[in-house]
């Protein structure tokens, strides 16, 4: 019977506490039994736990991890502005000034709407460029190009180029005033005109900035290096005895033809009269020495007295060549001259096409001038003609137009 009664007790001071305790077990009823027990009182923290130093490091290491959260994010956020599309709406031009700091262009950029933030653009091209810079010129910023396009494009230099075209056979006095009316270039043209024949006609690239100066230093750099080439490559038996007389004959031939399956003919003709002895004869020279490198007014025509008017290029009157140039030929007149056509040809006139007639005797030459004239003579009476025309339209259009008298 004790042995029941101590089980019994032992099962019910187990239900109570669910753990064994040691001593007499006290009964508890039911509603003491499904109260929750005191929770233990939480561990004493340790002396270390308590050090300042530890709470500092632990508020160090907290704030580190915060502010590279903070870091992480702000790069991201700039990497994605930096290399996402732009607020362009259309592609437009930008001027990168010679000298201009990356805060002078990154706040220009904004300025026009090109890029949203000038900070996150000058931080972004700090990190591409490295020791490299931004290069000066006129760029095309294509419609919503990133920041990052943007300074690519500018490291690269790849900016607008315009074109200045000077046509071939222009005096340098002519190619000074189409200098001076280009208004991409900028700058003043220098006081001092280069020499006739010294500027190469061509097509010149350049960019937004480019002064009037570069682009002749450009055109006389050229045309050293061309002469220096056709030089070297020309007939082994020409009767000129240097590169200037072969500017100057080549200056000759450019304003003798525009055409360039002419110019060889043209030149051949010259050499054949230089190894001859026989003058040149060519108007264009008379020209030159009567008016310069300012030209022939259009409605000036070449008068006998002209052809007789002694001048040291009147090539009527003097031997040989011109002391100068008449004009700045291009490469193909030189070329032309350097290797001319091998022909007998004396003589050429016009044709009446565009072209001219090539003769070996003075017999054929004559009869050449003479067709020529009589087509000229045609040219005239058919352009007095249609003139006569156009004022007898004129006059019959303003008798329309006049009012009449109102009747009775």
Do not use: C
Request: charged letters at 25%; aromatic letters at 6%.
């Amino acid at each position: 019977m004790n042995d029941r009664n101590d089980q019994n007790k032992s099962i019910f001071g187990r239900a109570a506490g669910d753990k064994a305790v040691s001593g007499p077990i006290v009964p508890v009823s039911p509603s003491q039994a499904l109260k929750p027990e005191k929770a233990p009182p939480p561990p004493r923290r340790s002396r270390r736990a308590r050090n300042q130093v530890v709470i500092f490091l632990n508020f160090v290491l907290s704030l580190v991890i915060f502010i590279a959260i903070i870091g992480i994010g702000v790069f991201w956020y700039g990497k994605t502005e930096f290399e996402g599309p732009g607020p362009l709406d259309q592609t437009t031009d930008f001027m990168v000034r010679d000298g201009a700091a990356l805060k002078q262009i990154a706040a220009g950029l904004e300025s026009q709407g090109i890029v949203a933030n000038q900070r996150i653009f000058s931080l972004g091209a700090q990190g591409i460029l490295g020791d490299d810079t931004l290069k000066a010129g006129e760029y095309e910023i294509k419609a919503h190009a990133s920041m990052r396009d943007i300074v690519e494009l500018m490291q690269s230099g790849k900016s607008i180029l315009h074109s200045f075209t000077v046509p071939e056979g222009q005096t340098v006095l002519q190619v000074f005033d189409r200098l001076r009316n280009a208004e991409l270039l900028e700058g003043d043209l220098p006081e001092e005109m280069p020499a006739e024949g010294a500027l190469l006609p061509e097509t010149y690239k350049f960019s937004r900035g480019t002064t009037r100066a570069e682009i002749i230093e450009q055109m006389t750099r050229a045309q050293t290096r061309a002469l220096e080439q056709v030089w070297e490559r020309r007939a082994p038996d020409l009767p000129l005895e240097t590169p200037e007389e072969l500017v100057i004959l080549a200056s000759i031939v450019e304003k003798e033809t525009a055409k360039a399956d002419e110019r060889p003919r043209v030149a051949g003709v010259f050499i054949n009269r230089l190894n001859k002895g026989i003058r040149l004869q060519s108007d264009p020279t008379i020209i030159y020495g009567l008016f310069g490198g300012a030209g022939k007014p259009s409605d000036r025509p070449i008068y006998k007295s002209d052809i007789e008017k002694p001048t040291a290029y009147n090539t009527y009157v003097i031997d040989r060549l011109p002391p100068t140039p008449i004009a700045n030929p291009g490469r193909e007149a030189m070329e032309a001259v350097a290797n001319p056509s091998r022909t007998k040809d004396l003589y050429f006139v016009a044709d009446g096409t565009g072209g001219h007639a090539f003769a070996e005797t003075l017999a054929d030459h004559n009869s050449n001038v003479a067709r020529w004239r009589r087509l000229e003579s045609e040219q005239e009476k058919a352009i007095a003609a249609e003139k006569a025309a156009a004022a007898e339209a004129a006059a019959a259009k303003a008798a329309e137009s006049e009012p009449k008298p109102e009747g009775n």
